[in-house]
């Protein structure tokens, strides 16, 4: 048996933060400026959703975890410097991703609409 507790927000920040800030080392520094409002973000939704979107016997599906985190700022990462180059395309590529770690799951439009 493995046991653990889980991290703090803080924590969590302070990892995403390291592996962000590297990625975007080579970006403008408009981008840069974004980068922790991007990872509060996407920690506030996880929390957010942990909390009140429990599994259910029709949703059993609705467990969330650090590996979500690790996946939005993974597909994040993959930005390339030549598409991805303002605040604004950082954030619609933020968006997408956010919706397709987290709104994929998610089976009703109430749900959807919660996450929107």
């Not at 400026?33 to 991007?38: C, F, R, S, T």
């Not at 996880?46 to 690790?70: A, G, M, Q, V, W």
């Not at 605040?87 to 619609?92: G, P, Y």
Request: glycine letters at 2%; charged letters at 25%; proline letters at 2%.
């Amino acid at each position: 048996m493995l046991a653990f507790t889980e991290l703090d927000s803080q924590t969590i920040s302070n990892i995403f933060t390291q592996i962000i800030s590297h990625f975007f080392k080579r970006f403008s520094d408009e981008v840069k400026d974004i980068q922790k409002v991007l990872i509060d973000s996407v920690i506030t939704i996880y929390e957010t959703i942990k909390t009140n979107l429990l599994p259910t016997p029709k949703k059993s599906h609705y467990t969330f975890n650090l590996r979500d985190i690790s996946k939005v700022f993974q597909g994040i990462c993959n930005a390339s410097l030549k598409f991805c180059n303002s605040k604004s395309t950082i954030t619609k590529l933020w968006y997408h991703e956010i919706f397709r770690v987290f709104g994929d799951r998610l089976i009703n439009d109430e749900d959807k609409s919660y996450l929107n």
